[in-house]
């Protein structure tokens, strides 16, 4: 014999059911925000270790040029290349871009 249920056990039932389902939910999403927020922050981290690295690099060219050669023409090539990157990628960084919506059929 199957014992019976009344409507407030069943309405009971169904509410736990629904917390469930929204604590899965809501842990799921908590586990995918915290994945993200760690993943932004490794990207920075290698980032700005290569920024460094790199900046490095450049400073020790420099340095020794600067300290070690009396050739003027090396002295200003030495100098002059990294700025002209650094121009490029500031230029193209602060660089604001439009795109003009496009008509019917991808022609403009």
């Not at 249920?5 to 586990?31: C, D, Y």
Request: no cysteine.
């Amino acid at each position: 014999m199957m014992p019976q249920l009344t409507p407030v056990e069943i309405l009971i039932g169904v509410a736990v059911l629904v917390a469930l389902v929204a604590l899965r939910r809501a842990s799921a999403r908590a586990a995918r925000k915290a994945h993200d927020a760690a993943q932004v922050g490794t990207r920075l981290m290698s980032l700005a270790s290569r920024v460094l690295l790199g900046a490095a690099v450049i400073v020790g060219v420099q340095w020794i040029v600067i300290s070690h050669v009396e050739n003027r023409a090396l002295l200003w090539t030495v100098l002059a290349v990294p700025a002209l990157f650094a121009a490029y990628t500031v230029t193209k960084a602060l660089t604001v871009t439009v795109e003009s919506p496009r008509r019917k059929g991808g022609r403009r």
